[in-house]
């Protein structure tokens, strides 16, 4: 009954600059904390960022920390995650996904260091991030 839908991913050199978007449409009523994750070549999907319901409350991976933002506008029903300084590691597909929790659950959730991977309630198809050397 959720359906969230991304765009934005290409191949882009090193160094550069992407923005990925992803619509939220059906009963989102219940979906509070969203956010991205991606999976690499030959990799398991890894938590990228997160954004609370209203947006005050991030979590990035360390990967991710100090390159993306991530933020999202709620009339929109949209989230975006903002990319710059892009790396060859970075290249996978990455995933916007919602959950009927609670960022701090979330969060919780992925254990004390904050990274690797979590059960998320809704997930979109992807959109191809290549980012070349």
């Known amino acids: 009954q959720v359906q969230l839908v991304e765009s934005g991913g290409g191949s882009v050199q090193a160094g550069g600059s992407l923005k990925l978007s992803c619509v939220a449409s059906?009963?989102?009523?219940?979906?509070?904390?969203m956010g991205w994750f991606r999976q690499g070549p030959g990799e398991e999907r890894e938590v990228v960022a997160l954004?609370?319901?209203?947006?005050?409350?991030?979590h990035y991976a360390e990967s991710a920390k100090g390159r993306f933002t991530i933020s999202k506008d709620n009339i929109q029903k949209t989230i975006y995650l903002q990319m710059n300084s892009l790396k060859p590691e970075d290249t996978a597909v990455y995933y916007c996904?919602?959950?009927?929790?609670?960022?701090?659950?979330?969060?919780?959730?992925?254990?004390?260091?904050?990274?690797?991977?979590?059960?998320?309630?809704?997930w979109g198809k992807g959109t191809l991030v290549t980012v070349s050397s």
């Open positions: 996904a919602g959950d009927v929790r609670r960022l701090h659950t979330i969060v919780d959730a992925l254990g004390p260091t904050g990274h690797g991977t979590v059960d998320m309630d809704h």
């Open positions: 059906g009963s989102t009523v219940s979906v509070y904390a």
């Open positions: 954004i609370s319901w209203n947006g005050a409350v991030t």
